[in-house]
């Protein structure tokens, strides 16, 4: 796209329109309307600021920057603010640049104290000049720690700093503006000639967005329609759905058809980076308001598709759900506190896209729970946010339907919904990271792609249940849903010394930032290629063959430094049926490895220390289960009566469980080095199978029943399920009262469930009625083609996707499913 033919697509309408441009407004790109647009983001408008829901919001952008100018004034010889050293830390140096840019942007908020105070925007300005001179200026000093704060965010405050006071710059500074802009082209080390280079994986998603908003700022500001008009093109890459049979620039990160977001390659990343691109983008949509001529909305029109396809399944009644956060999960913030983010932009977005779309987008922010407005970036988006919540002609609706099963298998990830309760599901495969570590964040994270799973509880404070406290309470080796070997693993910092593996001399040169850091010890891929799943409207199945990751695989075949650590995993194959009242999980072929034992946890769950909690339970006997019972429970119960939640566990076959509650009090700093060393008391229950290392508890089979009464349970002993097969080979259930067959083949011959013949790997759902439906996928992701015999009499095709076909044979009817570069999408057919 060009230039012209991106601002063509964006809308003149909103809140924004009305800014007046200046007078000294370039050729080409109205330069004078991006920064118009810019400070009216940032600082809002003399009629949006003199809204009573604006208040708190202009108070808290006052009150930082006069705590800024009272750092500046106590400042010691070196510091620009009181207490924050330079020099050595970049973080620090950021947060200079940070304080400077509070500082400016009270200044230029309509309303508030500060507004137009000359003086202070001239400490700004100064500031400026001080830290170039001292601290930034100097190419050969400089780029110390993270690339990120260099390339990226020293640039995001720079350039609205000098977004924000234009005019007095120009007027006192002239050229800061020029030697800015010329420093933070040559700190773009992972670029090209100074600017954004497609092909480098540090300017990919959220990266490129951030990078690119900072360029068209910086245009802006020097009347340079080149680089604006650079800049708006590269961004419209991360609009295009990536498709990873034809890579652009070999690049993975970014949304994918089935919802999907990736960033870093290989990680499952839509409830960080992906909310952050969210954030960037409809900014820089609000930036270019009406700097071209209006048109048709497309470019909005597919971030509403992020919204409504990625981003709404991850949210369960407020809370951005932990699977697709990344080395997030370990920080204090809350999945409620992610999820304001993304609704301040869902809210902006409205103004941009088709009637209809804006009516979805506004009923869902009327059916989250209220969002705390304090952390919007946008005195405008509060305004704005405020007149949807207000407005009594929009009902509230969820995006979500009441019934709904996500398969996002371009990222391993599983979400299942109903009312009542929602199931998350992390996997992990040679596609996908099984965990991500980075920067002291996520110390512990070793199990988090192995089939971890979190149940949410409608009603239920999230923050009570999971969040920060649930990875610092749980042992990292009990996460519910997780395989674990029995053993003592340490963290990146205890075994090296520092916050990564330093070996440059190697020659896979191990560095802070290198690539060989990336595969080996921040976000390492799995060894399996089966991880993937069926949906069935708002059924589905899942499959994962538990496996190494790609460290200690390399460790084995001697390709890493002598003094690297690497740690064996466990073994399991495992599948997970999606039904309506339960999830039934199966586990075959169990193993330790290297003759350790294993732990396979059915659940961990957390509570406060006074919260009234109890389990209860029933052998196969009838008599009473309570913990340390050495006979098999057929059904556990636990019960939060303070929350009034509860949760099932009806156990399919005969196995040992140990299950009981204890008090753990932990520092919040034992997932996260920069946490606060706040410890937290949690009552942690858990329930968990041991696989001794000679073998003898290879297979498990029970079902997670949420809100569970000890009633239903019972009725599990003579009830619908029946577990079909559950081996290495292929797992299947069948609930009789829904008539649904699923199963999940894992090895490469012909396999039989039930009335199934399935030729090779594969996940199949069949549901029988008047019509029978059959859904199945490939999630190996490398077959050209699935194939499944229904036995029995022929039946005939109503209805398919593209790329079935359906045949009689003798004894059934053949359905086969083309599922070359299909992407672990399910097919559907329909027969009669």
Not at 187 to 195: E, Q, S
Request: a neutral charge; one cysteine or more; glycine letters at 8%.
């Amino acid at each position: 796209m060009s230039r012209r033919q991106v601002l063509s697509l964006l809308p003149a309408a909103g809140l924004l329109a009305a800014v007046p441009s200046p007078s000294y407004a370039a050729a080409g790109v109205d330069h004078a309307r991006l920064l118009a647009n810019t400070v009216a983001m940032f600082a809002g408008t003399p009629e949006v600021n003199a809204r009573p829901e604006v208040a708190a919001k202009l108070a808290a952008i006052l009150n930082t920057a006069r705590q800024r100018l009272t750092a500046m004034d106590k400042a010691a010889d070196g510091e620009l603010f009181a207490g924050l050293s330079l020099g050595t830390d970049d973080a620090n140096l950021r947060l200079a640049f940070q304080y400077l840019y509070e500082i400016a942007l009270a200044t230029r908020t309509p309303g508030g104290g500060l507004n137009e105070d000359a003086a202070a925007q001239r400490r700004v300005i100064d500031g400026l000049r001080w830290l170039h001179e001292r601290y930034y200026g100097d190419q050969s000093k400089g780029y110390y720690g993270n690339w990120f704060n260099w390339e990226i965010g020293i640039s995001i405050q720079v350039s609205r700093t000098l977004a924000l006071l234009a005019d007095r710059v120009r007027a006192e500074r002239p050229e800061l503006t020029a030697t800015y802009i010329a420093s933070m082209d040559a700190y773009l080390r992972n670029g090209k000639d100074g600017d954004v280079d497609l092909d480098s994986r540090f300017h990919t998603g959220a990266n490129l967005a951030d990078i690119t908003a900072n360029r068209i700022l910086q245009g802006a500001l020097t009347g340079d329609d080149a680089r604006v008009g650079k800049a708006i093109t590269d961004l419209a890459t991360v609009f295009a759905t990536v498709d990873p049979y034809n890579l652009q620039h070999g690049v993975t990160d970014g949304y994918y058809r089935d919802g999907s977001f990736i960033q870093h390659d290989s990680v499952a990343y839509t409830g960080s980076y992906g909310r952050s691109l969210l954030t960037r983008v409809v900014q820089t949509l609000k930036t270019l308001e009406g700097a071209g001529s209006a048109g048709v909305p497309d470019l909005p029109g597919v971030v509403y598709r992020w919204v409504n396809d990625g981003f709404a399944p991850l949210i369960f009644e407020g809370w951005l759900m932990e699977i697709v956060k990344g080395r997030a999960v370990s920080r204090t913030g809350t999945g409620y506190a992610d999820v304001g983010v993304i609704v301040e932009a869902i809210a902006d977005l409205a103004d941009h896209v088709t009637a209809a779309d804006a009516l979805a987008l506004k009923k869902y922010v009327k059916f989250l729970p209220a969002a705390d407005t304090a952390a919007f970036a946008s005195p405008v988006s509060i305004a704005r946010y405020a007149a949807i919540r207000a407005d009594a002609a929009i009902p509230a609706a969820d995006l979500n339907a009441p019934e709904r099963c996500v398969a996002f298998n371009a990222m391993d990830r599983t979400v299942h919904r109903r009312p009542g309760y929602a199931f998350a599901l992390a996997r992990s495969s040679d596609r996908i990271s099984k965990y991500e570590y980075m920067s002291g964040e996520n110390l512990m994270p070793w199990f988090q792609g192995d089939g971890a799973h979190y149940l949410y509880l409608a009603g239920e404070d999230q923050r009570e249940a999971f969040g920060v406290d649930y990875y610092t309470a749980v042992s990292p080796y009990r996460l519910a849903g997780v395989t674990a070997p029995v053993e003592d693993r340490r963290t990146v910092p205890e075994l090296y010394g520092r916050l990564w593996y330093e070996n440059p001399g190697h020659p896979l040169n191990f560095t802070s930032s290198s690539e060989s850091q990336n595969t080996y010890v921040y976000f390492p891929r799995a060894e399996n290629a089966f991880s993937g799943g069926a949906t069935l409207g708002a059924y589905g199945v899942a499959g994962m063959v538990q496996s190494d990751d790609a460290a200690y695989t390399a460790e084995q075949a001697g390709i890493l430094p002598d003094d690297f650590v690497a740690y064996q995993n466990a073994r399991a194959t495992k599948s997970w049926f999606l039904l309506d009242d339960e999830i039934v999980v199966l586990a075959a072929n169990i193993s330790g490895q290297g003759g350790r034992a294993a732990v396979t946890t059915v659940d961990s769950r957390i509570a406060a220390p006074g919260d009234a909690v109890a389990f209860t339970g029933q052998g196969w006997t009838g008599t009473p289960w309570q913990a340390g019972d050495t006979t098999p429970p057929r059904w556990l119960r636990y019960a939060n009566g303070t929350r009034r939640t509860a949760i099932g566990y009806a156990f399919l076959t005969r196995q040992p469980v140990a299950a009981g509650l204890e008090t753990v009090t932990r520092s919040r700093r034992v997932v996260r080095t920069s946490n606060p060393d706040t410890n937290i008391t949690k009552n942690v229950f858990t329930a968990s199978v041991t696989h001794p290392a000679t073998g003898g508890v290879t297979a498990l089979a029970y079902a997670l029943v949420p809100n569970a009464t000890e009633a239903r349970l019972h009725g599990y002993a003579n009830g619908p399920l029946t577990v079909l097969a559950n081996d290495r080979h292929v797992q299947a259930i069948k609930h009789k009262t829904l008539g649904l067959v699923a199963a999940n083949v894992f090895t490469d011959e012909p396999r039989h469930a039930e009335r199934l013949l399935i030729d090779g790997p594969a996940s199949v759902i069949v549901r029988s009625g008047k019509r029978t439906v059959v859904a199945l996928s490939d999630p190996t992701m490398k077959r050209d083609r699935v194939t499944v015999v229904l036995a029995g009499a022929p039946l005939r095709l109503d209805t398919a996707d593209e790329g079935v076909t359906v045949r009689r044979v003798p004894g059934g009817t053949l359905i086969q499913a083309s599922t070359r570069h299909a992407h672990g999408r399910s097919f559907t057919a329909t027969l009669r």
